[in-house]
């Protein structure tokens, strides 16, 4: 049993770091999982890890594809008790270099895509449900180059805020978890940075963080499968900082 026995939970981003500890946790604690991401190896290793769970490949920025899941998903299971919204993409780029190609494929994923997921997932949740969406601390602090990705989650920030206050009338939370600087493969993602220079990111995010080293995912995890489940069932709108403290304690 646990907290999630019977729950129907949905992790978008599923498949890698932060969203496949949580998708473990969450089936750790009686849940029936579906995940999703873009890569059908990563998804089939993860199916394959958390017993009982649903793979999906569906790229959140594909509001086609994305609705196509939910009509699959209102066929199966008929709702979504729990709604993790985690997918997302890194990336850095210095004002002088942004292009509006680069600003608009990362605010459709970590933005725009995010909060039509919620709509379409609203849709099948009722009194009870529970959406918590991935921040980051990167929305609050002003770290160089990353102004675009800053931009999405502040305005994903922004919009948890106002979906928590509208579905509170149907019964349903909206909260956000903030990482700080967390090991996961996100790290290795940064286009165009080599080794040493995700190793010098690395360096120098530990630097920022008074409890000195990287988060771990599953550290991530536990904050949101709290968030999600009925021990938090007073708290909608909030956004929960699992970084070591450090946007805080600076
Ligand atoms: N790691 C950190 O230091 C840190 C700090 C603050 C916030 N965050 C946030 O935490 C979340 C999870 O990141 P992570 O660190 O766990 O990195 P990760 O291991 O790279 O995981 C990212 C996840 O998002 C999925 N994803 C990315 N683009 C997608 C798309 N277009 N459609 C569907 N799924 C997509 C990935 O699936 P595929 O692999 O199949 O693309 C993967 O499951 C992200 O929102 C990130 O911004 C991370």
């Known amino acids: 049993m646990g907290r999630f026995a019977g729950k129907n939970v949905l992790v978008l981003g ?3 770091g932060i969203g496949l500890a949580a998708a473990k946790g969450f089936a750790a604690e009686g849940a029936q999982v579906r995940l999703t991401g873009r890569d059908p190896a990563t998804i089939a290793s993860a199916v394959a890890a958390i017993p009982g769970a649903q793979g999906h490949r569906a790229d959140i920025a594909d509001l086609d594809a994305m609705a196509a899941l939910f009509a699959t998903i209102a066929e199966d299971d008929g709702a979504v008790d ?5 997918a997302g993409i890194g990336g850095f780029a210095p004002l002088a270099e942004i292009t509006p190609d680069y600003w608009d494929s990362v605010h459709a994923i970590n933005l725009r895509g995010c909060v039509f997921a919620v709509q379409q997932a609203v849709r099948l949740m009722g009194q009870g449900g529970a959406v918590v969406l991935t921040g980051s601390i990167g929305a ?3 770290l160089p180059g990353n102004i ?3 931009a999405a989650k502040a305005g994903l920030h922004a919009a948890m805020k106002t979906m928590a ?5 149907q019964g349903i939370r909206v909260n956000m978890v903030s990482p700080g600087p967390t090991e996961t493969p996100l790290l290795h993602r940064n286009p165009g940075m080599d080794a040493a220079a995700v190793d010098q990111l690395r360096s120098m995010m530990i630097a920022a963080v008074p ?4 988060g771990e995912a ?3 995890a536990r904050a949101v499968l709290f968030l999600a489940s009925q021990e938090a069932s007073f708290i909608t709108g909030a956004n929960l900082f699992v970084d070591g403290g450090a946007l805080e304690l600076r």
């Open 140 to 142: 609050h602090t002003a």
């Open 211 to 214: 409890m000195g080293r990287m």
């Open 148 to 150: 675009t990705y800053a």
């Open 82 to 86: 729990v709604l993790f919204v985690n």
């Open 165 to 169: 206050r509208e579905l509170v009338g």
């Open 14 to 16: 599923g498949n890698s």
């Open 218 to 220: 599953d550290e991530v």
